[in-house]
Nanobody
């Protein structure tokens, strides 16, 4: 059974930092692409970043140079370090998995299991 659980959200002022964690469980989980998405009420869920099993990381343009995704294979956690946060980064952040090592898609429809989300609020 696959389970993903996010943690680390909170409230910060613009320019601050937060680190989100996605704890992953399930048979074969070390072989999955893991992604972070974010969503605000009334908007579509937006892809933010992905990491493949080869540790290839990709980012949406709006967070490049500020967000950094990483994988801890011992703890089976994927982290999203967020720096220089902006009010427009405010959202509920979700992690999700694909049952493949390569992250060939950023579409939410191609990710199968999701965590419950963690709120990030950035004030100006």
């Amino acid at each position: 059974q696959v389970h993903l659980e996010e943690s680390g959200g909170g409230s910060v002022q613009a320019g601050g930092s937060l680190e989100l964690s996605c704890a992953i469980s399930g048979t074969g989980s070390s072989g999955w692409c893991i992604a972070w998405f974010r969503q605000n009420p009334g908007t579509q869920r937006e892809w933010v970043s992905s990491i493949s099993t080869q540790d290839a990381a990709t980012y949406v343009d709006s967070v490049k140079g500020r967000f950094f995704i990483s994988r801890d294979r011992v703890k089976n956690i994927v982290s999203l370090q967020m720096k220089s946060l902006k009010p427009e980064d405010t959202a509920v952040y979700y992690c999700a998995n694909r049952f493949s090592g390569a992250c060939l898609s950023n579409s939410r429809d191609d990710f199968y299991n999701w965590g419950q989300g963690t709120q990030v609020t950035v004030s100006s």
